[in-house]
Structures are given as C-alpha cells and as structure tokens.
C-alpha cells in the first residue's frame, strides 16, 4: 500500500467530480453540486485553467483530491494558494493522505512563490478544525464569507433577472 500525490490529467476529471460529489454528501450539500465533467474539463485543462487539482491515489485507486487555484493579495503584493476542496473517501482516513495533500500545496505554493496558503472549513466541521490546526492553520475567525450568486449576482451586475 502505497501513497501516491500527482497532479490531475484530463483523464481524472470523472474521478475528480465524483470525489467533489462525495464530498458534497459529506458537507450535506450534495443538491447545490451543478458541475458537470465538461465544466470541470474546461476549467480544468482550457487554454487558461482556473483551477487544478492532485489526486491522491492508493495502489493505483483515486481515493483523495485537492482542488486548488491562485488568489491575490494587494496586502502582500503576491499571489497565493486557494484550496478549495480537500477530500479523503472515509475508508482511506487515517492514513495519512489530507496531511500528505496539505504538504503537497504547500510545497506548491512555495515554489510558485506564493505567500499564503488559505481555505475555508466548516463550522460545524470539527474534525477538520482539529486537523487543519494540527497542521498550523490559523482560525480567521474575524472575517465572514461573502457571496452572492444566481439571481442577485445578476441584479448587483445591472441586469434584469432571467437576462444572461
């Protein structure tokens, strides 16, 4: 049984939307995953990606993904590393795989010269808390998520609803 960390090909994208998928289950969300293999296709491996992904693999089985992309700070004047989902399948936990993808970004984001590594984690998620902090991530508890999506994306952008 060994652990493998490599980045994703074109051929991974089934895999990578089925562990999105799986993760969604876990978060509870699963309803709210509208992405499809041609968006992840194209986001993935397009002229100008925006976004990647490792695939962590045991034995030659995909069995945990870290999906990441760049983000910028005008604080720092540099870009950093955004790590937008991190998932193990339950029978593969404990062994080592978030903490070997964590590492993994990390040396990503040093090479890259990038001088923050960041992501979100669920309130409720204290499992991953526990985790991330063992890592050495930081809580920021003092900043609060922004979004707005779907009909009010289009409304603060001047359009009408329905309007594409």
Not at 105 to 115: N, S
Not at 117 to 146: K, S
Request: glycine fraction near 8%; proline fraction near 4%.
């Amino acid at each position: 049984m060994t652990p493998l960390i490599r980045f994703a090909t074109p051929a991974d994208v089934p895999t990578i939307l089925h562990l999105v998928r799986a993760l969604a289950v876990y978060e509870r969300a699963l309803e709210k995953v509208v992405a499809t293999e041609a968006l992840l296709y194209e986001a993935m491996f397009a002229t100008t990606p925006a976004a990647e992904a490792l695939i962590a693999e045991i034995d030659g089985k995909p069995v945990g993904l870290a999906l990441f992309f760049h983000n910028f700070s005008t604080w720092t004047g540099w870009r950093g590393l955004y790590l937008e989902d991190l998932f193990v399948v339950p029978q593969a936990r404990g062994l080592g795989l978030g903490k070997a993808l964590l590492q993994r970004l990390a040396a990503v984001a040093v090479e890259r010269g990038c001088a923050r590594f960041e992501w979100q984690v669920l309130t409720w998620n204290t499992p991953a808390i526990d985790f991330y902090r063992a890592m050495g991530a930081e809580m920021m508890e003092e900043w609060r998520t922004c979004r707005v999506s779907g009909d009010a994306l289009i409304r603060l952008a001047g359009q009408r609803e329905g309007q594409g």
